[in-house]
Each structure stands twice: as structure tokens, then as C-alpha cells.
């Protein structure tokens, strides 16, 4: 049976995928920061499918617990088929502030971390020969929206590099582009989204299942739903002149 690590795995994004895994027969390590929800979400997944659930409590800030995390991965006598790096969490903050002290969590949540897991798995998979890669970036990376924009282009193009090097080695790197998924993400950081039309959003069921149908296809790359690609098609080809006016548009929420 294989086994799928997920960071953040216990609510939101994070959570579908866990969810999505467990219907498929995967076991789950599941790690977060929160304890009460990890023991909550694993007694879920084992009395309804039946399968091991690991819990690691740890804060992906604290390079030590990313460090163990790592370890963990590496593990060949408990093998990880598939790490999904998911924790994240938005930067709703300007770029002239002091203290940058939420922009250094970031940094280290969604840059760091994914360098490091990505990395101890990517070891650990060649030397298996299989094995899979799936980083959670988001469409924002195609517009200029601050520092949640810049770290997750980071995330875009690092996981596409990655995948360059893993060519060839039966081990298959992702990247996921979401759009705007209903879930408690924007609410947790002040992000006034749920007024926004229903059409823009994507179901997080269908985002993890259709992420891990792309990743099984060997898409490097992947925008789940028509509708986001297409978005995410145009932001790309648009002047950038036009994205910047866009994204002040879209970041207006700040000053108010």
C-alpha cells in the first residue's frame, strides 16, 4: 500500500487531498501545527477507509521540525510514495511595512520548507525509482498581488526546475495553480472573497482530484477546472502594464 505525506493536511486544500488520497487506498502522515485537529482529522480517515494515518505535529517556521520532517521523509524503511506540500497561508500585507516578521514566516512556510521537503523526497524517490512531487502554488502567480504573488511564482518555477532534474527518474513534480477555492483560507487572513461570484470559484474536491489525475498524466504543471486555465492563459498573455492595473484592482482590499 502507498503512503502519502501532507502538510496542512487537515483542513482546507490540504484536507481534500488527504481526503482524495484515502478513497484511492493511500495511507496518510499528516502534518500541521495543530494536534487537536491532526488526532481529529486521523480517527476520520481511519474509521472510514480503513487505512493508517501517521500524525507529526510540527511548524514549518521551526527549521529543526522542518529538518525532522525531512528525516522523515528520507525514511526508506517507511517509505513516503507521495509528498503533497500544501501548508501555506495568505500574505494579505503590504509591502511597506517594518516589521516583516509575517513576510519571514512566508518565506519559510512556502519557500523553505518546500525547498527542503521537495528535496529529502526527490532523494529518497530516485533511489526507489518512483514516487511523486505535488507543490501547491496558486494562479495567483500570473498577476502582482505583493508578496503572496512573488512566493508563489518561487514555488511555480522551482518545482518546474525540479522536475528537469527528476526527468527520467520515474519520479513525478507538480505544481498545482489554484484559483479561488471556498475554503477558510481568505477568511483566516482578512481577504474579503466570499462576495465575489460563484462562478470564479472551484470546488476543493475537485481540485484535489483532478490535481492528482493531472499528476498521474505527468503534468508538470497543472490548473484544475476550464475556467482557471483560461484565466491563468490570459494573465499570461496580457501586457504587463494591464496585470499591474488589474492586481491594484484586485489589492485595493488592503487600504480599507
Not at 63 to 69: A, G, I
Not at 130 to 149: D, R
Not at 169 to 192: D, I
Request: hydrophobic letters at 45%.
Amino acid at each position: 500500500m502507498s503512503t502519502a505525506l501532507i502538510t496542512g493536511g487537515t483542513v482546507g486544500i490540504g484536507h481534500a487531498f488527504a481526503k482524495a488520497l484515502a478513497k484511492k487506498g493511500y495511507d496518510l502522515v499528516l502534518a500541521s501545527r495543530d494536534l487537536e485537529g491532526l488526532e481529529k482529522v486521523a480517527e476520520e480517515f481511519r474509521s472510514t477507509y480503513s487505512i493508517s494515518v501517521e500524525v507529526i505535529r510540527c511548524d514549518l517556521s521551526v527549521r529543526k521540525d522542518v529538518d525532522s520532517l525531512a528525516a522523515r521523509i528520507e525514511d526508506q524503511k517507511r517509505p513516503i510514495d507521495l509528498l503533497v506540500n500544501n501548508a501555506g497561508f495568505a500574505v494579505h500585507e503590504s509591502l511597506l511595512v517594518t516589521d516583516v516578521s509575517l513576510h519571514d514566516r512566508a518565506f519559510d512556510v512556502m519557500c523553505r520548507a518546500v525547498l527542503v521537503l521537495s528535496g529529502a523526497a526527490a532523494r529518497a524517490m530516485k533511489i526507489r525509482g518512483h514516487g511523486g512531487i505535488l507543490n501547491v502554488s496558486s494562479s495567483s502567480t500570473v498577476i502582482t498581488t505583493g508578496n503572496y504573488s512573488a512566493i508563489k511564482a518561487w514555488v511555480t518555477v522551482y518545482t518546474e526546475g525540479l522536475s528537469i532534474e527528476m526527468k527520467g527518474t520515474g519520479v513525478k513534480v507538480m505544481a498545482v495553480l489554484p484559483g479561488w477555492v471556498k475554503t477558510e483560507f481568505h477568511s483566516r487572513a482578512g481577504v474579503k472573497a466570499h462576495s465575489l461570484p460563484d462562478i470564479v470559484w472551484i470546488d476543493v474536491d475537485v481540485l484535489a482530484t483532478t490535481a492528482l489525475k493531472h499528476l498521474d498524466a505527468g503534468k508538470v504543471l497543472s490548473v484544475p477546472t476550464a475556467k482557471w486555465a483560461f484565466a491563468v492563459w490570459v494573465g499570461h498573455i496580457l501586457p504587463r502594464r494591464a496585470t499591474r492595473a488589474l492586481s491594484r484592482a484586485l489589492s485595493k482590499s488592503r487600504e480599507s
